[in-house]
């Protein structure tokens, strides 16, 4: 079964410091893996993803994640972080080769406060 | 395109009441996912259809909700009667059957039930 697991509940930095988001994941295959934003009072937001190729996928607001396959691994990046970046992050997975339909298994979601 | 639009976006209902909860996909997505959203569960899934059949209705708490998907662009999800613990909001998301393509999400409707 396909699962992932955000360790952090929640992540502090201040503004103009590096953000990570951690993500570890677990596939029988090769995973697709995504990352989505919550902002307060509004839905999941899509921000990026990795199918295949380049392990460094670059997203919306600057944002870029890295797979790292022998850790199983995604974790979201940002170089400076934004007041604006707080919010909510959730990492999900998809095992393209089950037959799982077109569900994807989310995290459990970290909370990310960006202080100024 | 409009995005995945939900209806109501906030419901305040008495217990023991009906609630309707709505949802338009975008044009041409052939997956449907009601989604609940609590501080205590986090983001939970409740079903899924695909090309308006229910595939995994699992995660529906309990009888009292239900979900129907009558054609391509419309689906609701109904609390009969609803209690106050199914205070949360709802999301819904469509997606297409592309195993590269992620969920787009609704904005969601948050639902108290006092």
């Known amino acids: 079964a396909q699962s992932v697991a955000q360790p952090e509940d929640q992540v502090n930095v201040a503004e103009g410091n590096p953000l990570t988001v951690k993500c570890t994941y677990s596939v029988s295959g090769n995973p697709y893996l995504f990352w989505y934003v919550q902002y307060p009072n509004r839905g999941l937001q899509f921000l990026l993803k990795y199918i295949t190729g380049d392990n460094l996928v670059k997203g919306s607001y600057g944002f870029e994640a890295e797979f790292n396959k022998s850790q199983t691994s995604f974790h979201l990046k940002k170089p400076s972080a934004l007041v604006s970046d707080s919010a909510l992050y959730f990492c999900?997975?998809?095992?393209?080769?089950?037959?799982?339909?077109?569900?994807?298994?989310f995290g459990g979601g970290t909370r990310v406060l960006v202080k100024p | 395109d409009a995005g995945v639009i939900q209806s109501p976006r906030h419901e305040v209902t008495e217990m023991g009441q009906e609630v309707t909860l709505r949802c338009k996909p975008i044009s041409g997505h052939d997956y449907l996912f009601w989604y609940r959203q609590t501080m205590m569960r986090g983001l939970e899934l409740l079903i899924y259809f695909n090309n308006n059949v229910p595939i995994d209705d699992s995660g529906m708490p309990e009888d009292r909700f239900s979900a129907k998907m009558p054609n391509a662009s419309f689906s609701t999800l109904k609390i009969q009667p609803s209690e106050p613990r199914d205070s949360a909001v709802y999301f819904c998301?469509?997606?297409?059957?592309?195993?590269?393509?992620?969920?787009?999400f609704g904005s969601g409707t948050r639902l108290t039930v006092v």
């Open positions: 998301a469509s997606s297409l059957s592309r195993g590269d393509y992620g969920y787009t």
């Open positions: 999900a997975v998809r095992d393209p080769f089950k037959a799982a339909g077109n569900k994807l298994t």
